[in-house]
């Protein structure tokens, strides 16, 4: 069993984060529109105008909707706070010392994606737009961090 001492994201950076996994996510979405503006502005200036506007004034509003219902959900609000992530054989569960909550179990089958940053573990489980970020300098060693990176794998 692998346990990290108390540690809590920023809520910048778990807002980057979420950012990130969206945009990635739905890719798509920014490229559809813009990419036809951006051929059909080879003959016609208009449509270069309209993909400017598309990139610089609706999708930050996209992005300002995703920071509203993600980024500012009890759930986000919970992950800021110090808290313990606990690493067994088939679960990570994760505790709010200061805190009543009740602590959060995931199963390792519900973990869809691991991503080792360099800085910090991102585990994706069922939401991909909730991670649950642990930064590498909160395990008590940088083997511990490797370890558990290959429990998830």
């Given amino acids: 069993m692998i346990a990290t001492l108390p540690h809590a994201i920023t809520p910048g950076a778990y807002a980057s984060r979420l950012m990130t996994e ?9 490229a559809v529109p813009v990419v036809p503006c951006l051929i059909a502005g080879c003959y016609d200036l208009r449509f270069l105008i309209v993909a400017a506007a598309w990139l610089l004034i609706v999708m930050p ?7 509203f219902r993600h980024a500012l959900s009890p759930e986000a609000a919970k992950m800021t706070l110090p808290h313990i992530v606990t690493f067994a054989d088939d679960t990570i569960t994760v505790t709010w010392p200061d805190t009543d909550y009740p602590p959060l179990r995931i199963l390792k089958a519900d973990v869809r994606s691991v991503e080792d940053t360099g800085s910090a573990l991102v585990i994706a489980a069922s939401d991909p737009l909730r991670p649950l970020i642990i930064p590498v300098k909160s395990f008590p060693s940088p083997d511990d961090a490797t370890e558990a990176f290959r429990l998830l794998n």
Avoid: D, Q
């Fill in 22 to 30: 969206c945009v990635c996510r739905y890719w798509w979405a920014i």
């Fill in 61 to 67: 509003g996209i992005l300002a909707l995703v920071y």
